[in-house]
């Protein structure tokens, strides 16, 4: 009770009202802070008055006494936008305000952003999530955080309130490539799970009769343990993660290889694969659906 009090007087603000904003603003005010929200969507803003969330007509309207800042949106360069300019973030924002940094993004551009942050006296994580909308809404998601520990300090009851599992992997920006690795395998296992299964249907075994003895097995994967048995081999495909989503970090992966001077034939094909797979599968698709996507024709 003590700490929903002490909660209550401290404000954040919450940038990007989608599903993923949303669900985090709902969390947060469920564990007793006092939020306020605001995104370029009218029918975002509709929804989330509809939910009980204070949503602000502007950005100085909604940074006014907030003492940190959550950031959800579909890119770096959208994150680059908001901070950037004389009537951007960083210059709104009082000083030693915190921005908290749940988008997927480009590890460059958000070394760009934190340094422009941090000219004008504003602290930064990048901390990319996975959960989905319903880990968003529920305080379950998993965090990838990258910052200094006094930061990390500094925001421990919002990243508690959100995230049930959260691993600092470092300074800024090692959140990101860490959550572009997590994704890379998820893509990268997608696509060898539906090889393997369509292989062991091809000789007379279905999903249904090899799911259990594979999640038994070293050959499981998150892949096999969850997405299969409750996105895929039902035909639900409701992940609410989209195929664009996740063809954008799998293109963030393959540009962070080739910024390291590596060559990763593996990925390299994984990579190849997924951005051929624009031809026949839409942005809004649920990103399961790549295990029904025939590379071979591409």
């Known amino acids: 009770m003590n700490e929903e009090i002490m909660n209550t007087s401290q404000l954040i603000s919450v940038i990007g009202l989608g599903k993923m904003g949303l669900g985090m603003a709902k969390t947060l005010k469920r564990a007793g802070f006092a939020v306020r929200g605001m995104d370029l969507s009218a029918q975002a803003c509709q929804t989330a008055r509809g939910e009980g969330i204070d949503v602000a007509e502007d950005l ?11 950031l959800s949106l579909p890119n770096s360069q959208n994150v680059l936008s908001l901070v950037e300019g004389t009537h951007g ?4 924002a009082g000083e030693d305000t915190l921005v908290l ?17 941090s000219k004008e006296g504003v602290r930064y994580i990048d901390a990319p999530v996975s959960g989905g909308p319903r880990g968003a809404e529920s305080g379950q998601l998993t965090m990838f955080i990258g910052a200094d520990h006094s930061d990390i300090e500094k925001a ?3 990243l508690e309130a959100l995230g049930a599992k959260r691993f600092h992997v470092g300074g800024v920006t090692a959140g990101q490539i860490a959550k572009l690795v997590n994704n890379l395998l998820v893509a990268s296992h997608l696509l060898t799970a539906s090889e393997a299964f369509k292989m062991a249907e091809s000789a007379g075994v279905s999903i249904e009769q090899l799911i259990d003895a594979v999640n038994a097995g ?7 343990l969850y997405n299969y048995p409750s996105r895929i081999m039902n035909d639900a495909f409701d992940s609410g993660f989209t195929m664009g989503l996740m063809r954008k970090d799998v ?17 390299s094909k994984v990579g190849a694969i997924w951005k051929a797979s624009a031809a026949a599968l839409a942005d809004g698709d649920d990103f399961n659906r790549i295990v029904t996507f025939d590379s071979t024709e591409h």
């Open 218 to 224: 070293s050959g499981r994967s998150g892949v096999t």
């Open 89 to 92: 973030l960083a210059k709104l």
């Open 251 to 267: 293109n963030l992966a393959m540009d962070l290889m080739e910024q390291s001077g590596l060559k990763l034939p593996v990925s």
């Open 156 to 158: 421990q009851p919002v």
């Open 60 to 70: 100085p309207a909604l940074l006014s006494g907030a003492s940190m800042i959550v």
């Open 101 to 117: 940094d749940t988008t997927t993004g480009d590890p460059v551009l958000t070394r760009q952003i934190a340094d422009i942050l």
